[in-house]
């Protein structure tokens, strides 16, 4: 499949597509411990993962109406929304929201290394990418190391956890996917902070019939426990995802999924700084396997010359 190159957004190695990626990376590896604060002051996943987009959508409609880019409710455009919601926002979100309590702000960050592998592993079978040996090499070093944080030696806290870490792999799974998808799809004339309005509000939909359908609906007022801290991760998220659909427009699917590694940083970090959590050698070992598998899939094609 030839795509139009219009639909493209195009790839860069800037300075600009490097500030970026820490900049995104940083910000989504703050929600992971203010995520389990809000949960330790008794607020319900659902609800928060509601606030947090919809709060987020709002501002970003805002902001995208100010700069004057439009957000037509074509079928184009809406089915990109719903689309884009539900895998960038709404499905790594809820799930990330449910399996922290058992795994903590670490461990949960630790599966969002693997979205530039499976990312590239989409973007070569829909032919935006080219495999080479450098990211070949890069997406079994990868693997290997996701092995080594998940495998039968006791990387987990409890082998009771191991439902839940598998749990865990929708993110990156869906992450992964969702970045393929806003390329492909990307509306022609389609501004940034417009789609990512779009795509907030389109997330903050599933999340509305998940709250309806389970009856959540009633653990809304639960956001009263933490305010001021719904209140950050809204503005948090906005900011982020201004910033993250920039990326998306200089540096290409492939380079932006890579914003997880920096992110997995923040959350190991945070993880163990500010709540205690300790994690076996194995779980480090296979984050720095992690990190060598990219820096294949980034710098591969340099590599294979």
Known sequence: MTLPSATVPPASRGA????LLLLVGGLIGVIFPVTKIAQAAGVPPLPWAFSMMLGAGVILAGMARFKRQPMPL??????YFAVSGLLSMALPNVVLFFVMPWLGAGLSAVVYTLPPILTLLMAVAVRI???????VAGILLGFVGALMIVGPRGSLPSPDLAGWMALAFVMPAAVAAGNVYRT?????GGQPVALAAGTMLGGAGWVLLALLATGAVADLPALGLAPWLAL???????LTYVLYFRLQVVAGPVYLS????????VGLGTGTLLFGERYSPWVWGGAAVIVLGVLLVSFGRRFAR
């Open 16 to 19: 600009e597509s490097l500030a």
């Open 74 to 79: 074509t079928g184009r455009y809406l089915r």
């Open 129 to 135: 990418e080219k495999p080479d040996r450098g990211r």
């Open 184 to 188: 492909v799809a990307w509306p022609p």
């Open 232 to 238: 950050l991760q809204i503005a948090v998220t906005a």
């Open 258 to 265: 890579q914003i997880g590694y920096v992110a997995t940083s």
